[in-house]
């Protein structure tokens, strides 16, 4: 590496040189900047993960009516996904997460009106805990970072992601399965698709792409 900086010689006073550094030598910044990506990454889940039971499910009667009453200010009875993201951000910012957010919103969005009733708010937090989860998931087979999963991606990680052995032939059977429009990536909505499919008994209509 050309005597590159590594990253285990960065502490807290030579924190901002040594990013310099490293960002500096062409060699080392692919590194870094995978580093710093994994640091996010992990940043993320351990604050999600430090909020648990900070929303429980299902919520106390007093603690729905007092964050329906911050959503829906107008009193028409409805919310839409731009107030949902917006209580998001202000009262749960571990829980930030736009995708997430946009799979608990099309999930709980029972009659599919696009507008969210107080009775469908209620299983809000429990999804967007789940698809928090599976984010996780998703981020943590997607090794570019490219937001998709291939299939050299998919079969490195498909015995841990299905919890069981699978063979190449395997994998890929439920590779062409989650990839529902057979582009040969897997894209979040997908894999959120087929998980909650799975797991929550989730219609998967329910989960368009967008
Ligand atoms: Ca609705
Ligand atoms: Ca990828
Ligand atoms: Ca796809």
Known sequence: MGGAVSISEVNEENFQEKL????????ARPGLKQKVYDAQKFLAKKAREASVGKIEHPLPDSK??????LLDYNGNGFSSLAELDKLVVEHYPEFDNKPAIMRAYHTIDRNNNGFISKSEFADFFYYLDYFCK????FEGI????D??????????YADSVFGRKMSDGTAETMF???????????LFYEFAAHFAHLEKNVDVEKLPFE
């Open 176 to 186: 062409r399965l989650i990839d529902r429009n057979g582009g040969g990536k897997i």
């Open 142 to 145: 997607d090794d570019n970072n």
């Open 147 to 156: 937001r998709r999963i291939d299939i050299k991606e998919f079969k490195q």
């Open 134 to 137: 599976l984010w996780e998931k």
């Open 64 to 69: 729905q009516e007092e964050l329906w009453n």
């Open 20 to 27: 310099e550094e490293l960002w500096n030598n062409e060699e």
